[in-house]
């Protein structure tokens, strides 16, 4: 497919390079990993395909072939050959084709998948890019006017009828579209409740710290990027000063700057750090996160590490029923 | 081995292991770090060693904290103290000062002695690896000369050479790719340890000597090194 249009920041995102930690290789990959399964499920590729993330507004790209494209995360008005089309669902386009996604009328990013999924060379067991390191997706870079993706081919099983119906009834449970999070609401915003393990640092903070940190309201600052979420709220104060000595960072990991303003580290973020970190966002809620626009709003809420494993199975759960509705009739 | 171990989130558990940087810590981490994989534990996805701590990461879907915890505290128990692990001790060749590393004087002057003294204490001792991070081969190393230390450059440079090895602080190390950074440049290494799907010559828990090479033998190894990833 070739991209006419990049929009602000689009680029190649799979579920990410995992495993390379260790050697100081950032995890990068999808920030709304569901989005990014649900749209390669549609399409009927495994959850873990790469996919184009497009941020704050989508791209314009023109098919050279005939093939299934399913557009889900962020909301827009997507419109096939001046033709609007739903989001989260399964659509046949013929090449030629062009698909102009557009504005985000709500939420961040957006992700266009294709059937038989973007299809560059994978860099250490993944295909996408990581803009610090210069590897993956197409030069390791955002995706600019002119350029060309290859899409792979697709694997076999999949009746498109099948996915129209399982659309339909994302249509009828309309829950089933988004990871089950918890939210409030204040003066017509919805404010999602991001759940939260306290620690590895949380003994970092006297205990009012804490109490402030899971009850403030946070805004998302314009300085933003997939790399974390700059907040701005309630200042959380430690005891001696938010500097640890560095240790291994996971995307969810909320630490506290020295200004006692949290960060919400995104798929981007650097191995290790040196800031104390409070909390970890869990998985499931990393999905509303990545959502969120700069001025959103967002609180935290502490749970345990079992409620968060039991939590992190329902997402799972909730994506195999979905693999189910298409595999099978 | 004393191990205190805590969540993070639902994929993760930190195992604390000290609280200070030492060899002693730094052994420790390694030592349980090598259990942890030759344990093969069901649903552990990865670690990240750091100056005094493993980070263990689990697929929620196969593994839950208080297995994993429960796991690690065993392995902690089985390792005595003093069967930690050595580790390598790997050869880092460097061409120090002119081009190749454009501070050497400032370091000398910071330090009140020559360029030489400089290089024979920086070459001098070999150096523990504690963690990889900041970018990907990136090692945070132990045990710089005390004479030897100095604060970053007042403007850091937008582009720092690949190879580069610089002191900033009271830390020494090799940006091995091209970088923005503050730290005073005395050398560069003519190794390519930036070369994704091939595996860096060292890891947390080994050791770096930096051997001092000239001009020739840096153009002749970088010319081995570019036809080894061609």
Redesign the interface.
Known sequence: MNILFPGPLSAVQDMGR????????PECGACDKYALALGNLLCGNPETAAAIEMTLAGATVQFDQDTVIALTGAACDAKLDGQSIPLNAPMRVPAGATLETGMFTAGLRGYLCVQGGVDVAP??GSRSTDQ??R?GGLEGRALRKGDHLPIGKPAPGYAFSRAAHAAKVLLDKPWLMRPRTAHAYLGGQVIPLLR??????DDAFPSESLRTFFSGLYAVTPDSNRMGVKLSGPAVASKNGSDI????I?E??VQISANGQPILMLADH???GGYAKIA????PDLSAAAQLRPGELAAFRPI???Q??R???ET?QQLRYIKELIDHD | MEIDIRPVGACGALAVLGSQISETTGARVAALERAVHRAHIAGITETVPAFASLLVRYDPLRADYDGVSAELRRLAGDIAAGNAHAGRTVDVPVCYGGAYGEDLPAVARHAGLSEEEVIRLHSGRTYRIYMLGFLPGFPYLGGLDERLFTPRRETPRTRIPAGSVGIGGQQTGIYPMESPGGWQLIGRTPLCLFAPGRDLPYAAGDSIRFVPIDAREFEQIAAREREGHA
Do not use: E, M, N
């Open positions: 995992t495993g390379h930690a260790a050697q100081g290789y860099v250490l610090k390191c590897i939260a393990v306290p620690g590895p640092q000595l560095s240790d291994g996971v969810g990991s650097q191995t290790t970890t966002v869990i998985a345990t590490a079992q968060a494993v939590l992190s199975r799972a």
